[in-house]
């Protein structure tokens, strides 16, 4: 938040050779989980959700949203148009820890609390036009408000260990493959 990065102006190229090799871009932004890259820092201590906890965001701490809002507007500038914006949120496992949001979720939910932080973390990038991802591990962990999460946000699953030694690979164009049933282009693709 301190001015533009020195290399700003080769970011900025780099992403616009990718869009020109056919490459669509998505910026990955911790939003609440995987925070230690700014709760490390001693000015930032008090957005955290415990205090001797460097990880995660305090979903409740009236100061953490507009500073995501702030920090994805400026991904959107560096970035340019895109279609898909990951807003990550996954391994949150300290949600309620705080009292603030331990109270809250005692009266409404662990899931409610996650859920209502990332449709409100989502809210300015879905008035664009630009799709949020989320991982997919807190929503299998709390499922009890899914129906609040705003049905435009994508989930992506990373439990990869789920399908390991099941005998198939998952393949975003035709499911689950056994060995025999894999095409030869993508066992000649993969197969390295």
Same mark, same amino acid.
């Given at each position: 938040? +301190?001015?533009?990065?020195?290399?700003?102006? &080769?970011? $900025? =190229?780099?992403?616009? !050779?990718?869009? #020109?090799?056919? *490459?669509?871009?998505?910026?990955?932004?911790?939003?609440?989980?995987?925070?230690?890259?700014?709760?490390?820092?001693?000015?930032?201590?008090?957005?955290?959700?415990?205090?001797?906890?460097?990880?995660?965001?305090?979903?409740?701490?009236?100061?953490?949203?507009?500073?995501?809002?702030?920090?994805?507007?400026?991904?959107?500038?560096?970035?340019?148009?895109?279609?898909?914006?990951?807003?990550?949120?996954?391994? +949150?496992?300290?949600?309620?820890?705080?009292? &603030?949001? $331990? =109270?809250?979720?005692? !009266?409404?939910? #662990?899931?409610? *609390?996650?859920?209502?932080?990332?449709?409100?973390?989502?809210?300015?990038?879905?008035?664009?036009?630009?799709?949020?991802?989320?991982?997919?591990?807190?929503?299998?962990?709390?499922?009890?408000?899914?129906?609040?999460?705003?049905?435009?946000?994508?989930?992506?699953?990373?439990?990869?260990?789920?399908?390991?030694?099941?005998?198939?690979?998952?393949?975003?164009?035709?499911?689950?493959?056994?060995?025999?049933?894999?095409?030869?282009?993508?066992?000649?693709?993969?197969?390295?």
């Amino acid at each position: 938040f +301190a001015g533009k990065p020195k290399n700003y102006a &080769a970011i $900025k =190229a780099i992403l616009k !050779e990718g869009r #020109t090799l056919g *490459l669509a871009h998505i910026p990955l932004l911790q939003t609440l989980g995987h925070a230690e890259y700014l709760l490390r820092h001693p000015a930032y201590a008090g957005l955290r959700e415990r205090p001797d906890a460097i990880h995660m965001y305090c979903p409740l701490n009236p100061a953490v949203m507009p500073l995501l809002h702030r920090w994805i507007a400026e991904y959107l500038e560096l970035f340019g148009p895109i279609r898909d914006f990951h807003i990550g949120a996954d391994e +949150a496992r300290e949600l309620g820890a705080c009292p &603030a949001c $331990k =109270a809250f979720a005692a !009266e409404h939910s #662990t899931s409610r *609390l996650f859920i209502d932080h990332i449709n409100a973390v989502a809210a300015p990038l879905l008035q664009k036009g630009i799709r949020p991802l989320i991982w997919a591990d807190m929503i299998i962990r709390h499922p009890e408000a899914l129906e609040r999460l705003d049905r435009r946000i994508a989930l992506v699953d990373w439990l990869y260990d789920r399908y390991a030694a099941c005998g198939t690979a998952q393949f975003f164009s035709g499911g689950a493959k056994t060995r025999d049933t894999i095409p030869e282009p993508l066992l000649a693709r993969f197969r390295p």
